[in-house]
């Protein structure tokens, strides 16, 4: 399980890239890894192709970003889910919530 962050070239687009479980373990990561969001950054990627397990505290997690981050990001995306996670995402509605694909 980890997690790693890159910004784009431009630095319009921070990637956060989570691998195995994303669990009440990544609390502290997750929140540093958008903590610095700098003014130029437009978009926000959660990129779930390497997850494989996610749990409630995960779903707490995207939403405590998404509070932190609501007056500076636009748009805040979840892509690459895989079939099991994405379920996870429509079920507690997270889809209304966020971009999901």
């Known amino acids: 399980m980890s997690l790693s962050k890159n910004s784009s070239a ?6 956060i890239q989570i ?8 609390v502290q990561s997750f929140r540093q890894a ?5 003014e130029q950054t ?11 397990y996610m749990d409630s505290s995960a779903l ?8 932190t981050l609501a007056d500076s990001i636009d748009t805040i995306q979840i892509t690459n889910c895989r079939p099991q996670l994405k379920k996870i995402l429509q079920i507690s509605r997270f889809d209304k ?3 999901i694909d």
Do not use: H, S, W
């Open 10 to 15: 431009d630095g319009k687009i921070l990637t």
């Open 19 to 26: 691998r195995g479980k994303f669990d009440f373990n990544l």
């Open 34 to 38: 958008y903590a610095d969001v700098g």
């Open 42 to 52: 437009e978009k926000v990627v959660v990129d779930l192709r390497e997850t494989d």
């Open 60 to 67: 707490g997690m995207l939403l405590n970003m998404k509070k």
């Open 97 to 99: 919530k966020f971009d």
